[in-house]
């Protein structure tokens, strides 16, 4: 069955850096782009980066350009997000999710999520 177990969240001051890794398992990793969600209490879930099988193709959120980079290494079957000059709006719970096909709502699976927080 298909699984995707992220890790690497926690308390961060602004300005810090960290590293999200979700390790998947259960399908060709290859086969499948991948992607990191965020969402805050009460509001909806925003797509933050996405990143084609091969890694060829990428894209981010506006407000996460030039900060984050999201990777990925076949041979470990992981996807990483590296999230530099972070900021107190960066706080939400991350999601890894796997895409169907390339586009914002092709999602059919995802992680339980990892807790960001940037804050003094």
């Known amino acids: 069955q298909v699984q995707l177990v992220e890790s690497g969240g926690g308390l961060v001051q602004p300005g810090g850096s960290l590293r999200l890794s979700c390790a998947a398992s259960g399908f060709t990793f290859s086969n499948y782009a991948m992607t990191w969600y965020r969402q805050v209490p009460g509001k909806e879930r925003e797509l933050v980066a996405a990143i084609s099988g091969f890694g060829s193709n990428t894209e981010y959120a506006d407000s996460v350009k030039g900060r984050f980079t999201i990777s990925r290494d076949n041979a470990k079957n992981t996807v990483y997000l590296q999230m530099n000059s972070l900021k107190p709006e960066d706080t939400a719970v991350y999601y890894c999710?796997?895409?169907?096909?390339?586009?914002?709502?092709?999602?059919?699976?995802w992680g339980q999520g990892t807790q960001v927080t940037v804050s003094p």
């Open positions: 999710a796997r895409w169907r096909y390339w586009g914002p709502n092709e999602y059919d699976y």
